[in-house]
């Protein structure tokens, strides 16, 4: 009979398990993110990473499971980060209500340290939490991307790092019209895999790493070939680089004029991206790139010179660029 009792209640039991499964909280750390105990509860951080208490910094390998969100060996990390207002993590802080929030390099108006992830932050901020608000809320995840430093010559990978910092102001009961001020700071990095640095192992071929290493990184950013300031012309974000570049003539007038195409496959003499990447060019052919950084890395330029010699393909491997 009391077998019979269990199992009579195994569904209702089951039901109860599940039910505490489906609301145990989706992160594991809350993440005060510095700044004075006393206004540190305005806006928190919250990542499924386990941290230990007050730290600021998660530091992960590539692949890693448990907190590269993707748990593959891809040349980044993942990470998810949500932000929360008027938390009750800490009871030194009794301060309530947020007026406004700001991440910082999360505008694409030319700061050249602008960071998509930031902005998709910033986005989830401001269409989420429905600022000003007294009550404690949080944003849905967003993705952080951080990729290693690499590979670089002889298959070499260093880390990688990203660093969120967030400003919070209150003015909600208070009395005097005085601000509070929160600013918090939360930092990623994403170590390389001990045996992921080979490139064949981080990208589908050469054009893929071109886009990842180089375009990605350098040249679609903010006031430069993103979408936003689509400079020259020329797109040069993922999906709608290599058909604004492969035999497409330049907006540059002298280059039109020297007959040259943005990239001549086969030929880097007549190919205006990698006369660009070199530099020296006559005035009206325009400033070496990147705009505003230093000479791009020559085993990187080397990579560029390989790709258009052997025909620009968009997939493959061309021999000396993996």
């Known amino acids: 009979m009391e077998i019979q009792g269990i199992q009579g209640r195994l569904p209702a039991l089951v039901a109860l398990l599940v039910a505490g499964v489906l609301a145990a909280p989706a992160h594991a750390t809350t993440v005060g993110g510095g700044g004075s105990k006393k206004t540190d ?40 980060l949500s932000v929360c207002i008027n938390s009750t993590f800490d009871p030194k802080c009794a301060i309530t209500g947020v007026e406004s929030m700001f991440v910082d390099h999360s505008a694409d108006n030319g700061d050249p340290k602008f960071d998509p992830d930031f902005q998709a932050l910033q986005d989830r901020i401001e269409n989420e939490l429905d600022l000003p608000n007294a009550d404690a809320e949080c944003t849905n995840p967003t993705f952080l991307t951080v990729p290693v430093n690499g590979p670089l010559p002889g298959n070499r990978c260093r880390s990688g790092k990203k660093k969120v910092r967030l400003t919070s102001h209150s003015e909600f009961d208070i009395g005097a019209g005085k601000t509070f ?16 640095c080979d490139p064949q192992n981080l990208f589908s071929g050469t054009y893929n790493r071109i886009q990842r290493q180089i375009l990605d990184q350098n040249c679609a950013v903010s006031a430069c070939h993103d979408s936003q300031s689509f400079a020259g012309g020329l797109l040069l974000e993922t999906g709608a680089s290599y058909t604004s570049l492969v035999s497409i003539a330049p907006v540059n007038v002298a280059a039109g004029q020297l007959g040259w195409l943005r990239v001549t496959p086969g030929d880097e003499n007549t190919s205006y991206m990698h006369q660009k990447l070199l530099g020296g060019l006559d005035p009206s052919l325009g400033e070496r790139m990147p705009l505003g950084k230093g000479k791009l890395q020559s085993f990187l330029r080397e990579i560029v010179r390989l790709w258009i010699v052997a025909g620009a393909p968009e997939t493959g491997w061309v021999p000396g660029t993996d």
Do not use: Y
């Open 41 to 80: 509860c305005l806006a928190v951080f919250e990542t499924s990473v386990v941290l230990p208490a007050n730290h600021r910094k998660v530091i992960c390998t590539d692949g890693d499971p448990a907190c590269d969100t993707d748990g593959t060996v891809d040349g980044q990390c993942t990470f998810d």
């Open 181 to 196: 001020k929160d600013k918090d700071a939360m930092k990623f990095i994403c170590k390389p895999h001990e045996n992921g």
